[in-house]
Structure formats: structure tokens, C-alpha cells
Nanobody, 125 residues
Framework: VQLQASGGGSVQAGDPLRLSCAASGHNVSSYALGWFRQPPGKEREFVGDIRWSGDGTIYAHSVKGRFTISSDNAKNTVYLQMNSLKPEDTAVYYC???????????????????WGQGTLVTVSS
């Protein structure tokens, strides 16, 4: 599975931004997609996770209510809609894929088998 994240950029606090993650390759529908981020000088952290069926979407507490993950199955693309952005949301954002049929702790990065290249989001105050 190959993942291509895009949509990062520089915005002001309070602005929205939408990231995209295009998935390609064999058996994409058998994978769930997750979003992680790595703030400058910090460790990678979980943002959210979604199945292609759309059910069971999970969010980190820090983004719940502000971020929404959705999928377009026809395009094999997952989106991360980020609203009310804060300076602390500044990070490189990654999308990742995990085998959906395997029981997993979805908030842990090691559960994911494939990773995109990351896209930088900078939020200024």
C-alpha cells in the first residue's frame, strides 16, 4: 500500500485546513487509515483512525470536536478536516495504514504497516 499525504500549509490560529491521504496498491480496502502528527521536537502522536466503512472512527482527545476524519471510497482517499486550529497543532502530519482485520491498539504507531511521507502544518498565533 502506498500513501500520499497532501494539503499542509501555513495558517493562522482559528483557520481551517483539510489534509488528504490518497491510498493506492493491492487490497487497499482491507486497511484502516490513521492520522498521526509529530510536533517539532516531540514524539509522534495519534490523531485519529477510520475504517473505509466509516464506522468506528476514533479521535485523540486533543482534537476531538475540532478535527473530522472522512473517507471517499471511490477515490481511495481519506481526509482530515481540521477546524479551529491552534498553534499547538503545528506538526508534520502523517497518514498510515493498518490491516483492518487485525485487532489493534489504534493509537499506537507500531500498529500501522505503511506510512505516507508527511505534510507540514504550521499554525501561527
Amino acid at each position: 500500500v502506498q500513501l500520499q499525504a497532501s494539503g499542509g500549509g501555513s495558517v493562522q490560529a482559528g483557520d481551517p485546513l483539510r489534509l488528504s491521504c490518497a491510498a493506492s496498491g493491492h487490497n487497499v480496502s482491507s486497511y484502516a487509515l490513521g492520522w498521526f502528527r509529530q510536533p517539532p521536537g516531540k514524539e509522534r502522536e495519534f490523531v485519529g483512525d477510520i475504517r473505509w466503512s466509516g464506522d468506528g472512527t476514533i479521535y485523540a482527545h486533543s482534537v476531538k470536536g475540532r478535527f473530522t476524519i472522512s473517507s471517499d471510497n471511490a477515490k481511495n482517499t481519506v481526509y482530515l478536516q481540521m477546524n479551529s486550529l491552534k498553534p499547538e497543532d503545528t506538526a508534520v502530519y502523517y497518514c498510515a495504514a493498518r490491516w483492518a482485520l487485525r485487532a489493534a491498539v489504534v493509537s499506537e504507531w507500531w500498529e500501522y504497516d505503511y506510512w505516507g511521507q508527511g505534510t507540514l502544518v504550521t499554525v501561527s498565533s
